[in-house]
């Protein structure tokens, strides 16, 4: 003899069921792993690309005035120059670069 105990067919029929299961488990399994690192894959390679180019922008100072600081954030880029010994802070939209506004700081008497 084999050593194993010969099933009945109704035994073998579960058996086999079991199998089938298992085997669809495994294959929905790898499936949506590699779907998942699928996904991962193309975020990582392809994340650098949906940044806007760069664009070179010349913006004229008024005569006399020094940029004392730059700073970024929300959207827009501030730039706070010295004007005359007065400071204003020159605000622009990121994404066009196109003036938004200014602020003029004064000293109250």
């Known amino acids: 003899m084999s050593g194993e105990p010969f099933l009945n067919p109704e035994a073998e029929r579960a058996v086999a069921k079991v199998h089938r299961l298992m085997l669809i488990a495994t294959v929905t399994t790898f499936v949506a792993i590699g779907a998942v690192l699928f996904v991962i894959g ?3 390679f392809h994340l650098g690309g949906s940044a806007a180019p760069a664009a070179d ?3 004229a100072l008024p005569a006399g005035a020094k940029v004392l600081s730059t700073s970024m954030g929300e959207g827009r880029l501030a730039i706070t120059i010295d ?7 020159l605000l622009f939209d990121l994404a066009t670069l196109k003036p938004v506004g200014t602020i003029r700081l004064e000293k109250k008497p």
């Open 42 to 44: 193309y975020r990582v």
């Open 57 to 59: 922008v010349a913006a």
């Open 83 to 89: 004007l005359n010994g007065k400071n204003e802070v």
